[in-house]
């Protein structure tokens, strides 16, 4: 049994992970318990293709799970690309167990390195360390003293990444609880009011040269959010294509192939890492972001006026795939770098 089924996630555990009546804690600390979130010391790069495996499972049962489970992998990750020169900050067993939660804080980066705009975070020179302020509008796994890391810039104009606990002095978490959907991933905006990091918890002075090393393993777990996404949508279309809907046989036979493509391509740039240019990266996420919405679209056709009720898995599943184009990097952000 995967890592991902051995949660026992259901319907009704979907339902209230999307409606925020139950948070994913629970699902991350039994992914935790079972050594899904790798072993200590592992490279990040070798454990890629397991994780791609993890999110798209995950993602067919809930996309709430899948979402705050890739959160989880990539606060891992950073770590892993750089981890801290404090030897006494090793934070990595208490994320692999999920006993703390990762916070991915990273999307205003893709922009400033865009030049679309400045980061919100300001580091101050303070002693040895620096003093933070700011606001982080979006982010999620937000619970009790998760591990955040986010990017700041500094008054002369530098870029670093650095991590710190979200209950550290000075700053704020503010829940947002009106979401379309995921409303149990514990998102929220983060006030900083002089918040204080050591020069050991700056992971990278660079902040486009620590992009350049997570943006791969980023891009292909958020392909993999989509393509779990479409697995369960296809798989719930395809036992109600009967009587009049069986019309839509062609259309939902050609979205499955078009899902295997992306998930082939998927597969294959995780576990090579063959095919892992920005362009060509952007490019696997729309499309795995296309068939998923495709996919939706053509649920909807199938299941009818039932799929219109707030509490059908079908309208569950509208709600998530909105989510997709809006993750950083958006559609809009793919699409730039995903021209020739």
């Known amino acids: 049994m995967t890592a991902a089924r051995a949660t026992g996630l259901g319907e009704q555990d979907a339902v209230d992970l999307d409606t925020g009546r139950a948070d994913v804690r629970p699902v991350l600390r039994r992914l935790g318990e079972l050594g899904a979130f790798g072993a200590p010391g592992a490279d990040p790069v070798d454990e890629l293709l397991g994780s791609v495996r993890l999110v798209r499972e995950l993602a067919t049962a809930s996309l709430a799970a899948a979402f705050s489970a890739w959160s989880q992998r990539m606060v891992i990750d950073y770590l892993g690309y750089s981890p801290p020169d404090d030897p006494g900050a090793d934070l990595g067993p208490v994320l692999r167990t999920a006993e703390v939660t990762g916070a991915s804080a990273l999307a205003p980066a893709i922009s400033d390195l865009a030049g679309r705009g400045e980061l919100p975070v300001l580091a101050t020179p303070d002693g040895d360390g620096w003093r933070l302020s700011g606001t982080i509008e979006w982010t999620s796994n937000l619970f009790d003293d998760a591990v955040v890391v986010a990017p700041a810039r500094t008054p002369d104009e530098g870029r670093m990444v650095v991590a710190f606990r979200c209950t550290a002095p000075g700053a704020t978490v503010t829940p947002r609880r009106d979401l379309l959907g995921l ?101 696997l996420r729309l499309d795995a972001m296309d068939v998923a919405a495709s996919a939706v679209r053509l649920e909807s056709a199938v299941t009818g006026s039932p799929g219109y009720l707030a509490g059908s898995g079908t309208a569950r599943r509208v709600r998530e795939v909105a989510f997709l184009p809006v993750q950083a990097p958006t559609e809009a952000q793919l699409r730039r770098d995903a021209a020739p």
């Not at 905006?189 to 350049?212: K, N, Y």
């Not at 959010?225 to 279309?237: H, K, M």
């Not at 078009?258 to 890492?273: I, K």
Request: glycine share 12%.
């Open 183 to 283: 409303n149990g991933t514990g998102t929220g905006a983060l006030q900083l009011e002089g918040v204080a990091v050591g020069r050991g918890q700056v992971l990278s002075d660079d902040l486009a040269d620590f992009m350049g090393l997570c943006r791969p393993t980023m891009l292909l777990l958020q392909s993999a959010l989509a393509v779990g996404l479409a697995d369960a949508v296809l798989d719930a279309a395809a036992g109600r294509l009967i009587g009049v809907t069986a019309v839509l046989r062609p259309q939902h036979e050609e979205l499955a192939a078009r899902r295997d493509d992306v998930a082939n391509r998927m597969e294959d740039r995780a576990g090579s890492r063959v095919g892992t240019t920005p362009g060509d990266l952007a490019r």
